[in-house]
T-cell receptor, first 113, second 111 residues
């Protein structure tokens, strides 16, 4: 059983399109995150939700909108995709916000052409 | 959260111990040292964490100096599958505090 699963694993799309990445965790964790890893391999947090409530919202364009229908899911919707959005997006979860151990998904490689 | 400094890359022979250093000279008393790693094309993986005392688990050992200004992650018998980027992170365990990843150390385990 995959603890944190993301879909799709790869996503190639044209500039201007709207796309979503889905994330689900079966660990019973309260907190979920989205991280972005760019071409230089730096991992940066984008958002975190705790029990469906937005807790961390880093300086991210408002074209990015996270949605948490329940605490096991945190989806990332991106409007009007730009070339610079190309990156690997990782979903993660932890037992609670501030907890040590975060579990990461396998990532979604987004390529905008 | 305190800043960390790690070597850009290191090599280690398969079967030998891999010792990955991390400097965190500005660490404060309530900041923990965490280690994560990222194997190529995978998500980061938690390894170990500690505050003051040395810690050991099934994956690794963490040695923290008495003044807490530096630490070393030890993989006792490195295998090829341990080739990855290793991140040393220092942070306070409090509600709302996020994990901030630096550049890490690329560890190459060679046969």
């Amino acid at each position: 059983d995959t603890a944190v699963s993301q879909t799709p694993k790869y996503l190639v799309t044209q500039m201007g399109n709207d796309k979503s990445i889905k994330c689900e965790q079966n660990l019973g964790h309260d907190t979920m995150y989205w991280y972005k890893q760019d071409s230089k391999k730096f991992l940066k947090i984008m958002f975190s939700y705790n029990n469906k409530e937005l807790i961390i919202n880093e300086t991210v364009p408002n074209r990015f909108s996270p949605k948490s229908p329940d605490k096991a899911h945190l989806n990332l919707h991106i409007n009007s995709l730009e070339l610079g959005d190309s990156a690997v997006y990782f979903c993660a979860s932890s037992l609670s916000l501030g907890m040590t151990e975060a579990f990461f998904g396998q990532g979604t490689r987004l390529t905008v052409v | 959260d305190a800043k960390t400094t790690q070597p850009t890359s290191m090599d280690c022979a398969e079967g030998r111990a891999a010792n990955l250093p991390c400097n965190h000279s500005t660490i404060s008393g309530n900041e923990y040292v965490y280690w994560y790693r990222q194997i190529h094309s995978q998500g980061p993986q938690y390894i170990i964490h500690g505050l003051k005392n040395n810690e050991t688990n099934e994956m690794a050992s963490l040695i923290i100096t008495e003044d807490r200004k530096s630490s070393t992650l030890i993989l006792p018998h490195a295998t090829l599958r341990d080739t990855a980027v290793y991140y040393c992170i220092v942070r306070v365990e409090r509600y709302g505090n996020k994990l901030v990843f630096g550049a890490g150390t690329i560890l190459r385990v060679k046969s």
